[in-house]
């Protein structure tokens, strides 16, 4: 209730400021005085003020984002755990992965492991990972960091890892 009224009063002294006069009136020293309260109305001349001038506003255009070029970087990329001939045990089924990486990777830029020439996993940005659901076998791992439009800008020498896993004998046709 108290809001309400408090509402209603703020809304009818807008308008009351919305719809008040101007008047003009001199003083006894003959300086000309404006105001929307005069002391005597009846000495007080009202003043006809003219449409205020407005104008419709500038569309703002955006301000193009500076274009940085990246100087390219050159990484070179070294696989530290495995080592080259690493036997991954059965029961092993995460293989953890260590890298070297100078200088450190930019924003934007990801790792990407190959395995056997194909692009395994998802896109690293930690030096430090782990692979995993790697069939058994003979594999060759390597490294590439690339940049945000997808060029290569480094890569790691191929490491040979062995993983092995148990194999279910088939039955031999009669």
């Known amino acids: 209730m108290k809001i309400t009224c408090a509402v209603l009063l703020f809304l009818s002294l807008i308008g009351m400021t919305a719809t008040a006069e101007i008047y003009k009136t001199v003083d006894e020293q003959g300086n000309t005085v404006y105001t929307d309260n005069p002391k ?5 001349d009202p ?25 390219p970087v050159n990484y070179q990329v070294r696989i530290n755990n ?30 990407r492991i190959l395995l056997n020439g194909q692009a395994f996993g998802q896109e690293f940005y930690s030096t430090n990972l782990v692979l995993r659901e790697v069939y058994r076998g003979e594999h060759s791992l390597r490294a590439v960091v690339i940049n945000s439009s997808g060029e290569v800008m480094g890569r790691s020498n191929a490491v040979t890892i062995y993983v092995q896993r148990n194999s279910v ?6």
């Open 47 to 71: 003043v006809d003020l003219p449409d205020i001038n407005t104008q419709p506003p500038v569309s703002a255009q955006p301000r193009p984002l500076p274009t940085v070029k990246k100087a």
């Open 82 to 111: 495995p080592q080259e001939g690493t036997q991954v045990p059965m029961g092993q089924y995460e293989i953890p992965v260590s890298l070297s990486i100078n200088p450190q990777l930019r924003n934007g830029d990801h790792i």
């Open 169 to 174: 004998p088939r039955k031999s046709a009669r």
């Open 40 to 44: 005597d109305k009846d000495k007080a």
